[in-house]
Nanobody, 130 residues
Framework: QVQLVESGGGLVQAGGSLKLSCALS?????????MGWFRQAPGKEREFVAS????????YYTDSVKGRCTISRANAESTVYLQMNSVKSEDTAVYYC??????????????????????WGQGTQVTVSS
């Protein structure tokens, strides 16, 4: 069974940095999956943050985090990361990691819609204080 476990959330001051991690459970080949980060703020719908292709060659970001966040992956460690810099109060949300089985290894596809992902983590809270 595929499981994703996020970590690294917490309380951070505005302007500070935070690095989220998401590990895939053992017994699965991490490079078989494209990965994404989503977030959900109180009273709002879940929204896309960033995604990365199965091989790490391609990444995509929502406009509100471009230039401030970096998604990366370490396939040997079965882990995807989201480095968040210059955080703002509007970054406060529960952050979810998601995985999607890739079946086109000839391309470096990124996925931005929640319904394109098969597996989800339990979420990690990020709170930005002003």
């Amino acid at each position: 069974q595929v499981q994703l476990v996020e970590s690294g959330g917490g309380l951070v001051q505005a302007g500070g940095s935070l690095k989220l991690s998401c590990a895939l459970s053992s017994g699965h080949t991490f490079s078989n999956y494209a990965m994404g980060w989503f977030r959900q703020a109180p009273g709002k719908e879940r929204e896309f943050v960033a995604s990365i292709s199965w091989n790490g060659d391609n990444a995509y970001y929502t406009d509100s985090v471009k230039g401030r966040c970096t998604i990366s992956r370490a396939n040997a460690e079965s882990t995807v990361y989201l480095q968040m810099n210059s955080v703002k109060s509007e970054d406060t949300a529960v952050y979810y990691c998601a995985a999607r089985s890739e079946n086109n290894y000839a391309a470096s596809i990124v996925y931005t819609k929640a319904d394109e992902y098969e597996y989800w983590g339990q979420g990690t809270q990020v709170t930005v204080s002003s």
